[in-house]
């Protein structure tokens, strides 16, 4: 039942994308794929992004599909050279405050306009969930992203159940079909 009561934001997310259905969608930290092989009937070309090479073992080889065995550092200079356009991205590699900024950062100029950025880790339950294993201090960089929200350029808000899905949507505007190309 733990299992079940931690993990409740892969079904969210799921439910999230069979509606947005992405056309890229990028997961940085995918330990077993189990969140990311349950997004591919949904998007139409999915990047999950892992040090660990193990991790890619478990993803479900489709045409969709593509593996980055590397820091999401190194996927970010990648995309830089090579930009796309992402839709739908999950952060939840490292949970330190430094890096889900780094992340958010380093890709946030390639989210589509209304894209979804997702960080997972933001609401701990307690202080035992707050060791670098589970949340770190993720939920720290939702306070510094919070702060810098006068550009307008994005919003946040954070679903208060352990161990916590924050949800930002890059914008201009509010309503997408206004937002100029």
Known sequence: MRNL???????FIVHLASLVRPKVYVELGLYHCALFNRII???????GVDISAESGSYMQQSSKTRFFKGTTQDFAKEVMSN???IDMLFIDADHSKEAVLQDFKDFFPFVAPHGLI??????PGNEQMMQPEWCG??????EELLRETGSSSYELMTIPLSPGLTICRKRQVQLAWQEKA
């Open 5 to 11: 009561v931690l993990n409740w934001h892969e079904d």
């Open 41 to 47: 009937p949904f998007a139409e070309k999915l990047i």
């Open 83 to 85: 930009p796309l356009k």
């Open 118 to 123: 997702l960080l997972h880790d933001t609401h």
């Open 137 to 142: 201090t993720a939920y720290l960089a939702v």
